[in-house]
């Protein structure tokens, strides 16, 4: 006889934070409109279809989903005004809001949050077949209750509900026809605080405020126009004349960041990106010599100054680190920073030591062994990370070949044919490890074709056991001790070398307030942003 | 009689242009087989990753799981029937995609045909009526300059100068999206962010009409029919205006009408400069996503388009010189 024990979470967590956002501390202004440039043009605006990150840019202020996160990443009430998760974890109880309506009129309900998560999000979502997987049913007993059945506990899964990830589609609407080629991927109904207007290709989405938005008094803007410009330099020069008023993720490079930061119209916010995390890797081709030998990973990873990576080539906008696990998840207890520590002052020398260790003498020419490094195709920086790379490995005796070549191609390289020795990228963590880092060095994620995973091909059994339990440890100090372990052993094992958090760069115009206000930065809804 | 003979031509070169237009879908068709990895790698890759099973989905939706002949005679069999198919990736119908860039297209090249054969005739015209004053060489000089700079990087002075600067135009984009201007409003606003792309375009063949139309037009005046219009009296500027210029203008609507095939696809950068909602950037974005049904309907559609401005250069010629017959001897 097992008792339920009810985590509950009341909504009055939720309700402070929006009266906080209600109380004119800054007496906000309705109206104004502003201009966000988002590079490149998203191919679709169905963000249950895609995860590519301009897709959510846009479809984020159209679409809210069960529950928001502060900037620790614990859950807020949105569609949800509060949850309860069973002892055993396996049965998630959400309440929803009432009186919400999309923007069609039509009202919102549980029969929406069904058909949203086993219909569409487990189907056709590239990250939602995996995080909802042990979703077995989603029961409606009356329209404002939904209850998740699980196969088994998922205590990620409640990292993954936002609206940029989760989007609650209108079942009305997007019940009828194919969902992967539905009309309305490109003219979104959603109960956001803006609605869609008009796409006109290569230029613009123009979206407008939703009068009737669930949330008393918001928006205060009259709309968000989303601009798409082609060219670095028209970016910033818009950025700087004011036409535009926001542009993150790399839309605008470092050295123009540095350059826009001087002028007195704006800011530039480094917030708004710890729900994504990004973590640069070094990438080995662990199946091949000599990188099969860990002393040779090891070494190479030694050799990496990270501080000068970061303050030359990312223009400060970064982090070192050695584990695959960003720290913006210290709050949750799942970063740990007891591993092996590869950014230290002799770093070459311990680099020089190991490779003699291993067997790679120097020759007559001071060359040990000589590879190919794989440029990311990413722009600018990863270019020049490249570049030093290549100049890290010649002090320490292997000599580097560039190769750069374009996307697509990359792609088949690195995650299809395996055909490389080195390489570099950056994986985002996202919400939580289970989503963002287990597919990185996790057996079951070995899948040639499949892009952003394990393309080192290294695993082991009991780290991937390590993994399994803390996916499903509904207890977060046995899931932190868990992922302790797998980073100090991921770490020490270098299958790949992690060098440094990225730090992305938003240019916001100083006269838009209350932008930022999320984990989720430009992926959120901008209910709360107003212009002076 | 000859308007007959002139329908008639159009309609054989038209009949003619079919197999052309076909060759280049299917060479295009097999050139782009030559590209390693394909739409729902890339389409995976912008999603951060996604499972195998989702990728996999996405190749039989696509079409990519069938061998490339059975594609190629799927997609031929649909231009014929002039459908060009579905971008998986817009998520829309390729006819669609292509009509709504067809028009700034269209304007971007209007304006620039306009201003690069209307400028390089007068300055060519003024440069060869003053052939070795400082007139010519100023215009020569420029001309010069013109023909050697980047695109791109006339394109930046530009919006550095006139836009941030000076302010007198807008950074980029078609219109302004703040304001959203209605009626007559809305055409001057689209003229005012026409003005610097349209420059942009213009310079390179500016300079290339210039100097090719004071080329010929120095050739034509040492022609015999030029000595007989002197020796009856005519001043040297009736000379040039009456009798010259229409014979002068032969090669330069033959570049004009191999320029448009160029603009196409060749203001892929100052439409991405400016932010101009082009072909040129469409066709760059698909090729680099492998975009393919995007892609050869955007080629198909250049090629034809190509085979129309060709015959109308040859319509062009025969009303420009009586001499010129088409259809051949019959």
Same mark, same amino acid.
């Given at each position: 006889m097992r008792l339920v024990r009810s985590l509950v979470v009341v909504a009055g967590l939720g309700l402070t934070a929006l009266s906080l956002a209600a109380v004119p501390a800054l007496a906000q202004k309705r109206g104004g409109t502003l201009v966000q440039i988002t590079q +490149?043009? +998203? +191919?679709?605006?169905g963000s249950y279809v895609s995860t590519a990150n301009p897709v959510g840019q846009v479809a984020s202020k159209i679409y809210d989903g069960l529950l928001e996160y502060d900037f620790d990443l614990k859950p807020l009430p949105s569609l949800a005004e509060s949850w309860t998760v069973a002892e055993d974890g396996k049965t998630v109880t959400f309440k929803l809001r009432s009186g919400v309506k999309f923007h069609d009129g039509k009202p919102f309900t549980s029969a929406d949050v069904q058909f949203t998560f086993m219909e569409v999000l487990k189907k056709v979502h590239p990250r939602g077949i995996n995080t909802f997987a042990e979703v077995t049913a989603v029961e409606t007993p009356d329209p404002q209750t939904a209850i998740f059945r699980l196969n088994r506990p998922a205590p990620y899964m409640m990292a993954a509900l936002s609206g940029y990830e989760s989007p609650i589609l209108p079942k009305h609407v997007f019940s009828q026809g194919d969902i992967r080629t539905h009309q309305n991927a490109n003219s979104p109904v959603g109960t956001g605080p803006f609605k869609f207007v008009e796409w006109r290709r290569g230029e613009f989405v123009r979206l407008d405020r939703n009068a009737d938005y669930w949330k008393p008094g918001l928006p205060y803007l009259d709309r968000i126009v989303v601009r798409f410009i082609g060219d670095t330099g028209t970016r910033a020069a818009a950025l700087e004349k004011g036409e535009a008023h926001i542009a993150g993720f790399g839309a605008v490079p470092y050295n123009d960041v540095k350059k826009l930061e001087k002028l007195p119209n704006i800011q530039i916010v480094t917030r708004g990106y710890e729900m994504l995390s990004p973590v640069v890797e070094l990438m080995f081709n662990t199946k091949k010599a000599p990188f099969d030998n860990v002393k040779v990973r090891q070494a190479i990873s030694y050799a990496i100054d990270r501080k000068f990576v970061i303050d030359n080539i990312w223009f400060g906008f970064g982090k070192p680190t050695n584990g695959p696990i960003s720290s913006n998840f210290a709050p949750t207890g799942l970063y740990s920073a007891d591993v092996t520590n590869y950014n230290v002052p002799d770093g070459v020398e311990r680099a020089n030591k190991l490779l003699d260790e291993a067997g790679f003498p120097r020759k007559a020419d001071g060359i040990r062994f000589e590879i190919t490094h794989d440029i990311t195709p990413y722009g600018e920086e990863w270019r020049r990370f490249g570049e030093y790379t290549q100049q890290a490995l010649a002090r320490i005796g292997i000599k580097a070949n560039l190769r750069y070549e374009d996307v697509a191609t990359w792609l088949k390289r690195i995650y299809t044919d395996y055909d490389y020795d080195m390489s570099s990228n950056h994986l985002f963590n996202l919400a939580d490890p289970v989503l963002g880092v287990h597919r990185a060095f996790h057996s079951r994620f070995i899948r040639p074709g499949t892009v952003f995973v394990n393309g080192v091909r290294w695993s082991t059994p009991h780290t991937d056991q390590l993994m399994d339990q803390a996916t499903i440890e509904p207890d977060a100090k046995k899931r932190a001790a868990l992922y302790a372990e797998v980073q100090k052993i991921v770490v020490d094992q270098a299958p790949l070398a992690w060098t440094h958090e990225i730090s992305f760069a938003t240019v916001l115009d100083k006269r838009y307030r209350d932008v930022i206000v999320s984990p989720l930065g430009l992926f959120s809804s901008f209910d709360r942003a107003w212009r002076e | 009689m000859r308007g007959l003979r002139l329908i008639r031509f159009i309609m054989t070169r038209l009949l003619q242009a079919i197999p052309v237009v076909l060759g280049v879908v299917v060479l295009n068709f097999l050139l782009l087989q030559l590209a390693p990895g394909d739409a729902a790698t890339v389409l995976a890759g912008e999603a951060g990753g996604a499972p195998p099973e989702y990728v996999e989905q996405l190749r039989a939706r696509f079409g990519l799981d069938k061998p490339v002949l059975v594609q190629l005679g799927l997609y031929l069999k649909n231009i014929l029937l002039l459908d060009l198919g579905f971008s998986f990736r817009n998520n829309a119908p390729v006819l669609g995609l292509i009509l709504d860039r067809l028009w700034p297209t269209l304007l971007l090249m209007g304006a620039t045909l306009l201003v690069s054969v209307g400028g390089g005739v007068m300055l060519g015209v003024i440069a060869a009526l003053g052939v070795r004053t400082w007139r010519d060489h100023l215009i020569s000089v420029a001309a010069v300059i013109a023909y050697a700079t980047p695109l791109f990087w006339i394109g930046l002075m530009l919006i550095l100068v006139f836009s941030i600067r000076l302010d007198w135009f807008p950074t980029s984009g078609m219109e302004d999206v703040v304001a959203f201007h209605e009626g007559w409003a809305r055409v001057v606003d689209i003229a005012h962010h026409l003005v610097l792309p349209t420059i942009t375009l213009s310079l390179f063949y500016l300079a290339l009409y210039t100097r090719l139309m004071r080329a010929t037009v120095l050739e034509q005046r040492g022609a015999e029919y030029a000595t007989t219009a002197r020796a009856k009296g005519l001043t040297e500027r009736a000379i040039t205006l009456r009798h010259v210029l229409r014979n002068a203008l032969l090669p330069v609507i033959t570049m004009a009408g191999v320029q448009v095939g160029a603009l196409l696809g060749g203001s892929v950068v100052v439409e991405t400069v400016f932010a101009w909602p082009g072909l040129g950037q469409l066709a760059y974005q698909s090729l680099f996503a492998r975009d393919f049904n995007l892609l050869l309907g955007i080629f198909f559609l250049s090629a034809c388009l190509v085979v129309i401005v060709n015959i109308i250069v040859d319509v062009v010629y025969v009303l420009l010189d009586p001499r010129i017959r088409v259809g051949g001897k019959t």
């Open positions: +490149p043009e +998203p +191919p679709t605006l | -």
